[in-house]
């Protein structure tokens, strides 16, 4: 039997599975959590060659809304990237990203993607280039710790709702360069970043963040409007902190001290003409 190419295909559960079976398989990831609680999101598009109703190949081309310099855009990037051991070095992959970026076409203004170390080769002999990052950062002055910080569990239902809800109705964490899906943010709610959830009530924020060491770690920032930090940051103070790293751009959180680091071989990849040098990519923002 020959190989089956199969597009915006989610309505076909059994296609579906097949898929979620392919990315555990690839890259040990299980997205069934994801999809139990409501997440799964239609603007994921598959592009796969199936044979005997397994996925052999597969790459996904995400349109994501994004801001650019205050305007507001859309951003492809390229996820879910794999081929099946028998099937490697025959072009697939390739294939499948060029049907990809064709069916997006005029969609969007610009594709990026992180890479695996192990594909980096792979992406650079398809004509990828690497791009530099920022991160921001400063150091803190002492301030006393203020009461009203609540932990959000994502096992439970009534939390999960409330980020949803959150997320749903967040304004985009920066004017400068954001990139910004409820259902991906929800990914990482119930994955990457579960244990680092916190409302602000008095603030009518979330705040995500942990701290390795002396070091604060700021992965987002959720409120229809975004607090300055001089405000958030009584609520997540200790006496500890010597640094605070945040995984986006923080122009609407009013820092004066803020400084900056340009990170590069953090294995960020682009096609030729991204609009954007040195971004920093949201931490929620990636796939
Ligand atoms: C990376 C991966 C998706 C490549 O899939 P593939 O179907 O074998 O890729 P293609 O055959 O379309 O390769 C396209 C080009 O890249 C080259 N290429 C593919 N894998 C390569 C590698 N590991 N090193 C160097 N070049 C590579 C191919 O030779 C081909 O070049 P050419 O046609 O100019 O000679 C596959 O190896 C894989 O699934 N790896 C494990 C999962 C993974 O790393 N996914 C990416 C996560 S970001």
Same mark, same amino acid.
């Given at each position: 039997m020959s190989?089956?190419?199969?597009?915006?295909?989610?309505?076909?559960?059994?296609?579906?599975?097949?898929?979620?079976? =392919?990315?555990?398989?690839?890259?040990?990831?299980?997205?069934?959590?994801?999809?139990?609680?409501?997440?799964w999101d239609n603007a994921y598009t598959p592009f796969s060659y199936f044979k005997d109703g397994q996925v052999i190949a597969s790459v996904c081309i995400y349109l994501?809304?994004?801001?650019?310099?205050?305007?507001q855009t859309k951003l492809i990037q390229i996820s879910g990237v794999g081929t099946h051991e028998d099937w490697r070095r025959q072009g697939l992959s390739r294939e499948l990203t060029d049907l990809g970026l064709q069916w997006a076409r005029g969609q969007h203004e610009g594709v990026f993607l992180f890479a695996d170390e192990e594909a980096i080769p792979y992406y650079e002999r398809c004509g990828y280039s690497s791009l530099s990052e920022t991160l921001e950062f400063y150091h803190p002055e002492?301030?006393?710790?203020?009461?009203?910080?609540?932990?959000?569990?994502?096992s439970n239902q009534e939390h999960l709702d409330k980020i949803y809800n959150y997320a749903k109705n967040r304004a985009p964490i920066s004017d400068k360069f954001s990139v =910004?899906?409820?259902?991906l943010?929800? =990914?990482?709610?119930?994955?990457?970043?579960?244990?680092?959830?916190?409302?602000?009530?008095?603030l009518e924020c979330l705040v995500f963040f942990g701290r390795e060491?002396?070091?604060?770690?700021?992965?987002?920032?959720?409120?229809?409007?975004?607090?300055s930090f001089e405000k958030i940051y009584p609520y997540i103070s200790s006496e500890a902190d010597r640094r605070i790293?945040?995984? =986006?751009?923080?122009?609407?959180?009013?820092?004066?001290?803020?400084?900056?680091?340009?990170i590069t071989g953090n294995n960020t990849f682009v096609k030729e003409s991204f609009p954007v040098s040195a971004p920093a990519f949201p931490f929620t923002s990636r796939a």
């Open positions: 190989i089956e190419l199969k597009t915006e295909y989610w309505e076909d559960l059994d296609a579906r599975e097949a898929f979620k079976t =392919f990315i555990l398989d690839i890259h040990g990831l299980d997205f069934t959590e994801w999809e139990a609680r409501g997440y994501l809304d994004a801001i650019i310099a205050g305007r002492q301030v006393p710790n203020k009461q009203g910080l609540i932990h959000l569990d994502p =910004f899906s409820s259902k943010l929800m =990914f990482h709610a119930l994955y990457t970043i579960r244990n680092n959830i916190y409302e602000i009530p008095d060491g002396d070091v604060v770690n700021v992965y987002d920032i959720l409120g229809r409007t975004i607090p790293n945040f995984y =986006f751009h923080t122009d609407k959180l009013g820092i004066r001290k803020i400084q900056t680091d340009i």
